[in-house]
């Protein structure tokens, strides 16, 4: 004779086994799920609290901080870190690329690597930088504190990301010569004009200073460096393009306004 399985056989064994599987499984997923829920709130809680920014001239610190971290999750340390590794970073006036490097959940270090500008010409209403190679490298409606307006230049059409179309080529390496020795000697011009000639004159504040050709560049600057502190308050030409280095003990004509 057959036996029956009823509700108190094997039947009713093996439902309360697969409830009692399915109940483990239910808790162990509860547990998975609170745990990533934890690890979301703990990751979304840790904010960036301490900021060091490196590589910068043109802009300042808090100027470079402002600009990338300027959303409500920016200083989030998961979303921060998210935005630097799998999205593209913002475009900033200048700012070639920057990265973003984790020295702690909490503190973070931005490395800054500049765009290579060494003057501007003023086309309409905007600004064009361009870099050693004559190349415009960004167009903005602002002046940039510490790069010199260079005129007396013709050229034609201007577009961006393209070489600034000068009948002669080679004033772009006499202008890189000029800004790298004024950097060195660490004086600031406002304006370099060049005239017919090829001549430059420098403008800082109201003074004029003239060069005269591109030889003895190094000589020349140098004697300004020395000789600004003297014309400081004044307004007038100072005439540099008699300058001789055989002279050990040179003078130069001012002219005041």
């Excluded at 190679?133 to 201007?158: A, C, F, M, R």
Aim: aromatic share 12%; net charge negative.
């Amino acid at each position: 004779m057959r036996r029956r399985r009823g509700h108190g056989g094997y039947g009713g064994y093996g439902l309360y086994r697969r409830r009692r599987r399915g109940k483990k499984i239910g808790l162990v997923l509860a547990v998975i799920l609170g745990l990533l829920i934890l690890i979301a709130v703990l990751l979304f809680s840790v904010r960036i609290t301490e900021i060091e920014v490196s590589g910068n001239q043109h802009y300042t610190k808090e100027q470079i901080i402002d600009l990338i971290f300027d959303g409500r999750w920016s200083r989030n340390s998961a979303y921060c870190y998210y935005e630097n590794r799998f999205r593209e970073h913002k475009s900033i006036p200048f700012i070639e690329e920057y990265t973003i490097e984790f020295k702690s959940p909490t503190r973070v270090e931005v490395v800054v690597f500049e765009k290579s500008v060494v003057g501007y010409v003023s086309d309409m209403s905007s600004y064009m930088y361009f870099d050693k190679d004559g190349i415009i490298v960004e167009s903005s409606s602002e002046q940039l504190p510490g790069v010199p307006w260079v005129t007396g230049l013709e050229y034609g059409h201007i577009v961006l990301h393209q070489p600034l179309p000068v009948a002669d080529q080679a004033i772009f390496e006499e202008i890189l010569n000029l800004t790298q020795v004024l950097s060195l000697n660490e004086v600031e011009v406002d304006k370099i004009n060049y005239n017919s000639f090829g001549e430059a004159e420098l403008f800082i504040g109201d003074i004029t200073v003239e060069l005269g050709d591109s030889s003895e560049l190094n000589g020349k600057v140098a004697e300004l460096r020395d000789i600004l502190p003297e014309l400081e308050g004044l307004s007038g030409t100072l005439y540099l393009d008699t300058y001789d280095a055989a002279n050990s003990s040179p003078t130069y004509t001012f002219r005041k306004n």
